[in-house]
């Protein structure tokens, strides 16, 4: 923010995508939902597109306050818009702003719709000046998007089951757009919960709002302290989850992914295909193989996965980022969904996390991963490249099985292990993906991973 990320970019940015609407729509209205998170100024960029879009000729919905991403998704199905903007840098550091485009499906956009914005936008910057003018007082409509959202999310939980259950829940939306909306519903639907950051800070407290194990110190201490069951976190945006176990215990996305999916699958007798990026746990791959249920592959990248929804072709989808999807509910990423499915499978198991954990593993095997990563520059780059275009036979002792270079390169292994190396879509970055059976072998496979493009 004050560097890249200016008034005068992001009014370059919002009258690009105004011409793409216009380009495709013609003179046909065009509506779109404009919200925004906590950060510094969020609100002000956000008032700042409403104004602008109005000026185009686009009727806006802006948001009364700062509202998860999926809620936005939500708003934009319902009133059949044509698009909408998001200001947020999701899990980024505070110092980052971001500028999310949504279409008129209520899914992340596709390459093909953000790389004609983009082209628009370097059209458009050599002496770029804004429309000014005159905005008509019912061209940018203020929205309530919270009571919409939690009545579709009503029908979608088992509440009754967590109150049977007596269920008490550790609540943290690390000062983002989840206050009031996840902590709200549990109570309205009288599940005891014990709230952590539910204010707006636009320094998230000092840290990067992510739903790491390191930035959940807090909520894991909270859980311990308050004798709850679950902790339930999401990143600055809300679409995004972080479970605690009622040990006190972080628990990896990729092991949610692994539970949720067998609950729906083994608990619900769900059946359909099942979506995951290609840095996502094999353990998807297993249960999948038991149930005789189609897998597809993704890039690294919601949208893509949003996608395979869209089309009707999954009842779950899953990526290592702690992202979701699931049938019947909406084109996008929801940590709030997330982390209340994951407290109806806890009170419906009668038994806490870490028992259900154990229990995965013994009916599908242990797996672990992690990740790590290089800064990449030019010399890097160009290995990368080379590896990706001369996949080795082998990596030290290991005989690679199969490789994929849909996003990057990945190396499959015998027994679901499995490497991953690929630059970042969103930082200049090298990163490199494992999973294998053991922490040891994770770090051996991502050790070599990192060599290769050093």
Known sequence: MGEDFTFHNVRVVIQAIANCLRAQHGEAPISVVVGYDTRFLSDRYAAEAGKLLARNGIAVFLTERDAPSQ???????????????????????????????????GAPALPEVTDAIEAEARRLMPGFSALTGFVPGDAVTTIDVQADYMAHLQGKIDFEA???????????PL???????????LEENGVEIEGLHGFVDPYFGGVSPSCTEDNLAELKAHVLKTRCHLGLATDADGDRFGIIDEKGGFVHPNIILA???????????????VARSITTTHLLDRIARRYELPLLKTKVGFKYMAQLY??????????????????????????????????????????GLSELRRDLFKAYGTMTSGQKTLDLTPERAKKLKTLVQNPPAKLGRRKVVATETIDGLKLDFEGDRWLVVRSSGTEPLIRCYAEAETEEEVEALLKKGLEAVR
């Not at 809620?71 to 934009?76: P, S």
């Not at 000062?175 to 519903?185: A, C, K, Q, V, W």
């Not at 869209?310 to 979701?324: K, M, P, Q, V």
Request: with cysteine.
């Open 175 to 185: 000062y983002g757009t989840s206050r009031e909306y996840l902590d709200e519903i």
């Open 310 to 351: 869209l089309e009707g072709r999954i009842i779950f989808g899953g990526e290592e980022s702690a992202c979701i999807a699931v049938k019947d509910h909406l084109p996008e990423k929801d940590g709030i969904f997330a982390g209340l499915l994951v407290a109806e499978m806890v009170a419906a198991a009668g038994r």
């Open 259 to 273: 539970l949720l999916l067998d609950y729906l699958v083994r608990g619900k007798g769900w059946r359909g295909g």
């Open 162 to 172: 967590m109150r049977r259950a007596g269920l008490r829940i550790a609540t943290d």
């Open 71 to 105: 809620a936005l998704a939500c708003q934009i199905i319902k009133r059949r818009c044509q698009g909408g903007i998001n200001f947020t840098a999701s899990f980024n550091p505070p110092r980052y702003n971001g500028l999310k485009f949504n279409t008129g499906t």
